[in-house]
């Protein structure tokens, strides 16, 4: 078939949602450029517009509606978005304290910091383009402990304070959804009530060239599994054929949010904790297999998660205060 023929059927896909009916989630300028050998499709994605009803939205102080992580991972299902990477990143006061500490060849005093428990995450996701390509998109939040506590309860924070890097990646992983499907901050509900139209671009199996190409594809991998044996070639094969991406977006670290606390995330602290375990697992030292117990130290009062991230980070396992004073830091050479 014509590249032109290609083309006309795009332009016939937008004519089918039109935006007085439909939210859009579509790259109009670039879809008349869509490959020959993919052909694009529209999957409907409906947001409940009640924010108590379907937990899709949460209201905004400006009588908007915010979609929350539920919202956004079904909209990030319907363009078939595929998560590349998910790592922890240095903080901003850490990056301070790393150059000072190149600068004066001093090691940082990073017990006595306030900010040691502040999380950093970054998240990369790919997205299908119209041409065949995948676009990246890169987020990255940045959560401080002590801004968080002062928004929370002391119940909060105490259930919050074990799961602040789950937490702050569901907040960078929400962000790129954002950024790459171009999700408004809000929506009124009468937005909210037309259903989201979001464009996904598969591989176009009517074309004899595609589907030679993910039979081999198929055939290589099977014959990886299975050694020795012919597998039998399905009609549909290669249907998650992937091709190279072609460009990266990277979405800075202290861009808007768009986040309310408590609403976005689904956060676990929200949950009744157990009776007889309201704080999570217990914590084992790595030396004497005691139970790591919270301590007080010159006037601070130390978690045991805060106990072990400490102790990893000078002495590459988890210890109790006790064996921490017979080990040697990881500066020094490793431990006795």
Same mark, same amino acid.
């Given at each position: 078939m014509?590249?032109?023929?290609y083309? *006309? ?9 039109p ?8 790259? /109009?300028?670039? +879809? ?14 409906? +947001? ?8 899709? &939205? ?8 915010? %979609? ?5 991972n ?13 790592? @922890?990143? /240095? ?14 060849k001093?090691s ?5 910091c306030?900010?040691? $428990?502040?999380v950093?995450?970054q ?10 390509t995948w676009?990246?998109?890169? @987020?990255?939040?940045?959560?401080r ?8 309860? $002391? ?14 990646e569901t ?9 790459? %499907? ?37 055939a ?12 039998? %070639? ?8 992937? *091709?190279?991406?072609?460009?990266? +977006? ?12 408590g ?15 309201p704080?999570?697992a ?5 030396? &004497?297999?005691?139970?790591?117990? @919270?301590?007080?130290v010159?006037?601070?009062?130390w ?5 072990? $991230?400490?102790? /990893? ?13 017979? @080990?040697?830091? %990881? *500066? ?5």
């Amino acid at each position: 078939m014509a590249i032109e023929q290609y083309q *006309q059927k795009a332009i016939a896909v937008l004519n089918d949602y039109p935006p007085e009916k439909y939210n859009l989630l579509i790259p /109009v300028e670039s +879809i008349q450029e869509i490959s020959p050998l993919h052909r694009v499709i529209v999957n409907i994605v409906r +947001i409940d517009p009640v924010p108590d009803r379907g937990k899709d &939205c949460y209201p905004e102080k400006n009588g908007g509606l915010a %979609l929350t992580k539920k919202g956004l991972n079904k909209l990030m299902a319907g363009a078939n978005i595929q998560v590349i990477d998910s790592r @922890a990143v /240095v903080t901003h006061k850490c990056q301070r304290c790393m150059e000072i500490a190149r600068t004066t060849k001093l090691s940082p005093r990073c017990g006595d910091c306030p900010a040691a $428990d502040d999380v950093a995450i970054q998240v990369v996701i790919a997205i299908p383009e119209p041409s065949g390509t995948w676009r990246m998109v890169r @987020a990255t939040k940045e959560l401080r402990v002590a801004d968080e506590k002062l928004a929370m309860s $002391d119940k909060q924070y105490k259930q919050f304070f074990p799961y602040r890097s789950e937490h702050c990646e569901t907040k960078a992983l929400n962000r790129a959804i954002r950024a790459g %499907l171009m999700v408004k901050a809000n929506y009124t509900p009468k937005e909210l009530e037309k259903p989201f139209a979001v464009a996904l671009v598969v591989p176009n199996m009517a074309d004899p060239e595609m589907k030679k190409a993910a039979a081999a594809r198929y055939a290589t991998s099977s014959m990886a599994l299975f050694p020795g044996q012919q597998p039998q %070639l399905p009609e549909n094969a290669g249907e998650g054929l992937k *091709q190279l991406p072609s460009g990266m +977006i990277d979405i800075p670290a202290d861009e808007h949010d768009d986040e309310q606390p408590g609403g976005v995330d689904d956060p676990p602290w929200e949950d009744p904790p157990s009776e007889d375990n309201p704080l999570g697992a217990p914590i084992f030292c790595g030396d &004497c297999g005691q139970v790591i117990e @919270a301590t007080r130290v010159n006037g601070k009062d130390w978690t045991p998660e805060a106990i072990r $991230d400490y102790s /990893v980070r000078h002495y590459g396992t988890s210890l109790c205060p006790e064996c921490q004073r017979n @080990a040697t830091p %990881l *500066q020094g050479g490793g431990r006795r």
